[in-house]
Structure formats: C-alpha cells, structure tokens
C-alpha cells in the first residue's frame, strides 16, 4: 500500500470530521496536497454563498489555495460532479458533505427521508471510492450540540450522522479533528 491507496489498492479515500472552525478545511487541504504529492489538487466546492458571511469565508478558502489547483462547483450532485473531478488532479478534495446535504434537504420540499438520505449516501459512497485518485471529504459532527428544535433541523443532524457513517465505513482514514489537532480514528496516522 502506497500513500496513495488504500489497502485494497484502490485510490484512497480519507474522511476528516469535527465540528465548526475546528481546523478541518486546512487540515483537508494539507492532506490533499500531501496525497497529490505536490501536484494539482482538484478542489470540489459544495457552498453556495447565499449571504455575505458565506461569500466572506468562500473567498478565504479561495485564497488559501495554490494556483494550481481547480476549483469544481457542486453544490447538489455530488456523485455526477466526482466522475468529471479528477480533470488532471492528483487528488481530489471535497469541502464539505455537510453543506452539499444541507442543500439536498432545502430542495426538497419537506426534506428528506432516512431512505433517501441513505440512497444519497450508497451514491455517494460509490462515486468516492471510484474515482481514480485520492480523495479527501470532509464534513462537520453536528450531533454533539444542542438538540435542533424545528423538525426538519433534527431530521437533518441525523441525516448527517448517518452519512458520515456511511462514509467512515467505506473510507480508509478518519480524522476528528479538535481544537485544531487531528485525531486518528482509522487507519495509521502516518501513512
């Protein structure tokens, strides 16, 4: 197994988890750096800037990253935007599964159900561990807080957990990241 792959010799997939301003985006960004060896990154961005607070912190990730990399827009279809992503990246890196699911539940007109957020999940899980190069995802832990009064903000942290448990389950690194500090929770920290 090669930096590169996972131990099935697939392109690796690694999963960076924790909650807001945690450190989890620049810790994404260096891993996938890290991974292309140097080489272009493909940057596959799920915001939408809908306010300027967004627009704000959508430039600062903007700015932080080499020239070099490409900067795919996917805010919904997340799958379909992963099979065009390599686009001659070394890796590729997806920031963030929280807000591309959030923007899944706000099309729909009542949100959506387990089954279809576990039918989003099977989708995704298979485009991540089908592209052909590395592959960093990173999303927030959001049921650590306060329990969300309105129902569809509960259906939605549990929509959540549960597709990051698909994710976790099919990656071969996870990482909780902490006050800014990486926690292995899969796979060897150094590999």
Known sequence: MTAATGPDGRSRLVLVTGGARS???????????TLAGGGPV????????????MA???ARHRARRPATWA????????????????????????DCLTLWLSNRYLEAPHGLTE???????GLLVAALRSCPVPVVAVSNEVGWGVVPDH????????????LNQRVAAAADQVFLLV???????????GG
């Open 151 to 162: 129902p569809l903000g509960r259906a939605f942290r549990d929509g959540l957990g549960l």
């Open 56 to 58: 704000a912190r959508i």
């Open 42 to 53: 493909v940057y596959v961005a799920t915001a939408t800037p809908g306010d300027a607070e």
């Open 23 to 33: 450190g989890k985006s620049r810790f994404a960004e260096d891993l996938a750096g």
């Open 179 to 189: 006050s800014g500090l990486p926690l292995t929770l899969k796979g060897q920290a």
């Open 71 to 94: 900067t795919l827009e996917a805010p919904r279809d997340l799958a379909a935007a992963l099979g065009q992503a390599p686009m001659g990246g070394r890796a590729v890196l997806v």
């Open 115 to 121: 089954a279809e957020v576990d039918a989003l999940a």
